[in-house]
T-cell receptor, first 115, second 114 residues
Framework: AQSVSQHNHHVILSEAASLELGCNYS??????LFWYVQYPGQHLQLLLK??????LVKGIKGFEAEFIKSKFSFNLRKPSVQWSDTAEYFC?????????????FGKGTKLSVIP | EPEVTQTPSHQVTQMGQEVILRCVPI?????FYWYRQILGQKVEFLVS????????KSEIFDDQFSVERPDGSNFTLKIRSTKLEDSAMYFC????????????FGPGTRLTVL
């Protein structure tokens, strides 16, 4: 069974600070990887995803993530956070095999950005 | 931009009662999902649905749960006899097709079982 670990429960940063949120997954096969964001009172939205190709993927709002296969990691980064990035961030993995539909989520990391 | 919608936003029920949570997926999507998130815990997969049948389900999705697409637009999750531990946020998601498509999530229904 696959699992996802997000190391930080709550991260507090000042505006303009750099962000890196850790995500490690456990699964023996080929995976698809995702970062979702949930702004206060809103639904889960896709930030970025990795299926294949360039392991450095760029998403919306200046976010990027790097897939490091040897480390089973897919860390999320942003060079300079804004107050509007305050939200909860979820890493998720899906087996890329046929017939597998479910996303497995991490517990989420709450990001608070102080103006 | 089309969105997944869910009703109600908050449902309060007594233990043992049946509840039906409703979702309207994005109109040209073919794959539908339910997830739940118990307060303070991770988002967990419940079930996926395609071509009018369940394609995958988790251990959580026992006989107390059922899903239905009654009319070609709605996608419902029924809990027959709710338990206290069913209290959670329930998210519906939909996806257009297989492969690299994204799952789009609804805003969730908060279910409180008293």
């Amino acid at each position: 069974a696959q699992s996802v670990s997000q190391h930080n429960h709550h991260v507090i940063l000042s505006e303009a600070a750099s962000l890196e949120l850790g995500c490690n997954y456990s699964y023996g096969g080929t995976v698809n990887l995702f970062w979702y964001v949930q702004y206060p009172g809103q639904h889960l939205q896709l930030l970025l995803k990795y299926f294949s190709g360039d392991p450095l993927v760029k998403g919306i709002k200046g976010f990027e993530a790097e897939f490091i296969k040897s480390k089973f990691s897919f860390n999320l980064r942003k060079p300079s956070v804004q107050w509007s990035d305050t939200a909860e961030y979820f890493c998720a993995v899906k087996s890329s095999g046929a017939g597998s539909y479910q996303l497995t989520f991490g517990k989420g990391t709450k990001l608070s950005v102080i103006p | 931009e089309p969105e997944v919608t869910q009703t109600p936003s908050h449902q309060v029920t007594q233990m043992g009662q049946e509840v039906i949570l409703r979702c309207v997926p994005i109109s040209n999507h073919l794959y539908f999902y339910w997830y739940r998130q118990i307060l303070g815990q991770k988002v967990e997969f419940l079930v996926s649905f395609y071509n009018n049948e369940i394609s995958e389900k988790s251990e959580i999705f026992d006989d107390q749960f059922s899903v239905e697409r009654p009319d070609g637009s709605n996608f419902t999750l029924k809990i027959r006899s709710t338990k206290l531990e069913d209290s959670a946020m329930y998210f519906c998601a939909s996806r257009q097709r297989e492969g690299t498509d994204t799952q789009y999530f609804g805003p969730g229904t908060r279910l409180t079982v008293l």
